[in-house]
């Protein structure tokens, strides 16, 4: 293994249960009824691209022109503000400070750097990579197959820390990574 290409929220940062209860309120406040499970199930580990085209097909309608922008802005003020470290990730990058690592997440990589930053965890990823670097979002492995490859590191030699099941699934089945 010379590269650990860790997932983010979920993964590196405790921020799923809070994001998604957000998205679920305002969704909810649309018109569009959504538990916090609902939106764990059906938008958790997708860009926010794929989310809409999801999210309009269900309310019938194109979302409100600034709903977008207003959930971006008060999920990450939100978490930016309270986020903390999965439980255990501390521990484990200080077993592995060896081996390379880097963050592909869908999310932004200003939200990303953001959040490290609250956490004082920046010194422990050399790259991030985000969604919007590549064309097809996940679940395709794309965002894995583009940190490997920038980073010159044989995919074979690679770990995927993933915490979404089709992420890590569409990983498996396209036999370019191995995922955790």
Known sequence: M???IFDFDGVVADSEALANQILAEGLSA???????????DFYMGRRWADCVL??????????????????????????VAEVQPVAGVLNFL????GVARCIASSSSVDYIGKCLS?????????HLFSGQDVERGKPHPDLFLKAAAVLGVPTADCVVIEDSPMGAWRAR?????RSV
């Not at 649309?30 to 764990?40: H, R, S, V």
């Not at 200080?94 to 400070?97: I, K, L, P, S, W």
């Not at 609250?118 to 050399?126: L, S, V, Y």
């Open 2 to 4: 010379r590269l650990i």
């Open 30 to 40: 649309i018109g569009l009824p959504t538990t916090t499970e609902e939106a764990l």
């Open 54 to 79: 999801h999210m309009e097909q269900r309310l019938g309608r194109a979302l409100p022109q600034d709903f977008l922008t207003s959930q971006i802005a008060t999920i990450h003020a939100r978490l």
């Open 94 to 97: 200080q077993q592995h400070a």
């Open 118 to 126: 609250r956490m004082a965890m920046t010194h422990w990823f050399e």
């Open 173 to 177: 089945q396209q036999r370019c990574l």
